[in-house]
């Protein structure tokens, strides 16, 4: 079956660097789009970027700029570097694709804070 493990995240100052990773099993990775979503508490989950099969990327305005998502087809891995962090940019990010249903991780906490 599907499946996706995020890891990479933790506490970093704002400011800071943060590398999350995705790996996923049970797929044909490589002709997947694949997702990164966030969600902060009380706040709807939110899409924070796409890379296509392709490798074709798209991201979120309030994230333009600050984090690159890319993927190693070969490792089945999907990263999102994460630079300049903002307290805002707190959240639980999720690693997600759509492959009739709709797979999530487990998700990874990071948390921006001085």
């Known amino acids: 079956q599907v499946q996706l493990v995020e890891s990479g995240g933790g506490l970093v100052q704002p400011g800071g660097s943060l590398r999350l990773s995705c790996a996923a099993s049970?797929?044909?990775?490589?002709?997947?789009?694949m997702n990164w979503y966030r969600q902060a508490p009380g706040k709807q989950r939110e899409l924070v970027a796409t890379i296509s099969s392709g490798g074709s990327t798209d991201y979120a305005d309030s994230v333009k700029g600050r984090f690159t998502i890319s993927r190693d087809n070969a490792k089945n891995t999907v990263w999102l570097q994460m630079n300049s962090l903002k307290p805002e940019d707190t959240a639980v990010y999720y690693c997600?694709?759509?492959?009739?249903?709709?797979?999530w991780g487990q998700g990874t906490q990071v948390t921006v804070s001085s």
């Open positions: 997600h694709l759509r492959k009739g249903l709709n797979y």
């Open positions: 049970g797929i044909i990775f490589n002709i997947y789009n």
